[in-house]
Structure formats: structure tokens, C-alpha cells
Nanobody, 120 residues
Framework: QVQLVESGGGLVQPGGSLRLSCAASGSIFSINHMGWYRQAPGKQRELVARITSIGSTNYADSVKGRFTISRDNAKNTVYLQMNSLKPEDTAVYYC??????????????WGQGTQVNVSS
């Protein structure tokens, strides 16, 4: 009932930048939180950044000052601008959104994931 389409991953050299996008569509009445998580090989999935419907944000300590999360409510899209990328940022990045469907049911959906590789 909610579809998430992620884009923007790829291979980048250390110090480089990437911008991830995640567009939500479907029977959406409202979106509360939009966030990005990541999972590196052999590690648990972790929060990278999250933004509320009114623009409040929180970030993992490891990305503060380098990553910026933003959202376009008119397009139901969340972005993650990643600058000064490091090899330890290599992971599969997942978009997550929650809110309410038309009809009142609450939802919490994950994207399919997009690979980010930071390597020289």
C-alpha cells in the first residue's frame, strides 16, 4: 500500500559526495518520520539520520557534520546528502517511512536498499 523507490547509491572515492533519494507513493494520508538506516556486512542495521514532518532531525554521531537529511513534503521524498565520505560509510542504505494510510491504519515501510561503496 506504500511503495518506496530509492536511488542515488554507487561507488565514490573517499572524500567524495553522494545524494540518496527515496520517494514514497501509494495510499498515503500522512508521513510522520522519514529516515535513512544503513547496514554494513556483518553488522546490525543502524540509524543514520531521521527527520520528522515538521523538519526536526537527528543524526548518528558518526555522520554529524558530514550528512544532511531533508524532505520535500509535496513530493513525499526524503534525501540524504552525504559529503566527506569515508570507507566506513560503505553499507547498504535503507529508507524508512512511517505514518498513516487513507482509512486510518498506521504504516511503517522499508525501501529495498541502495548500495554505497566508498573506496579508492
Amino acid at each position: 500500500q506504500v511503495q518506496l523507490v530509492e536511488s542515488g547509491g554507487g561507488l565514490v572515492q573517499p572524500g567524495g559526495s553522494l545524494r540518496l533519494s527515496c520517494a514514497a507513493s501509494g495510499s498515503i494520508f500522512s508521513i510522520n518520520h522519514m529516515g535513512w538506516y544503513r547496514q554494513a556486512p556483518g553488522k546490525q542495521r543502524e540509524l543514520v539520520a531521521r527527520i520528522t514532518s515538521i523538519g526536526s532531525t537527528n543524526y548518528a554521531d558518526s555522520v554529524k557534520g558530514r550528512f544532511t537529511i531533508s524532505r520535500d513534503n509535496a513530493k513525499n521524498t526524503v534525501y540524504l546528502q552525504m559529503n566527506s565520505l569515508k570507507p566506513e560509510d560503505t553499507a547498504v542504505y535503507y529508507c524508512n517511512v512511517d505514518g498513516y494510510l487513507r482509512g486510518g491504519a498506521r504504516y511503517d515501510y522499508w525501501g529495498q536498499g541502495t548500495q554505497v561503496n566508498v573506496s579508492s
